[in-house]
């Protein structure tokens, strides 16, 4: 399975998922024009990926900022990876965010609340 790396815009992340190290990495501001044209080959790999073994998964994410359907599209991600924690799969996600800023701490709070997946809030240094 090849590596999925998107160069990141003003207005889209950058993503590094690498399948042979199982480290997800999502970063930047997501606030794409059409979520879903950005958004549909990142789930397809995610569940391609998912199929395809039992790796250990590790996703980083220094989001910065999340549109409405962006944050539709993350939780679809956290929910694949929920599903595979659940099935037994090691599953870890790392959200890092500013801890000065209460709203974007506030936003990744409510989105550990509905997982029981191993989800660790840290400071990002800004």
Request: aromatic share 12%; net charge negative.
């Amino acid at each position: 399975m090849e590596q999925l790396e998107i160069i990141q815009s003003k207005s889209t992340p950058y993503i590094n998922f690498d399948p042979e190290t199982g480290v997800f990495e999502i970063g930047g501001d997501s606030y794409p024009e059409n979520s879903h044209e950005f958004y549909t080959p990142v789930m397809e790999w995610i569940d391609q990926f998912l199929e395809e073994g039992e790796k250990p998964i590790l996703l980083r994410v220094t989001l910065t900022y999340m549109n409405t359907s962006s944050t539709k599209y993350m939780i679809q991600l956290l929910d694949r990876l929920e599903d595979a924690h659940n099935d037994g799969r090691s599953v870890e996600v790392q959200w890092f965010c500013d801890g000065d800023n209460e709203r974007e701490l506030d936003t990744v709070e409510e989105l550990k609340e509905d997982f029981e997946m191993p989800f660790n809030i840290k400071n990002r240094e800004v």
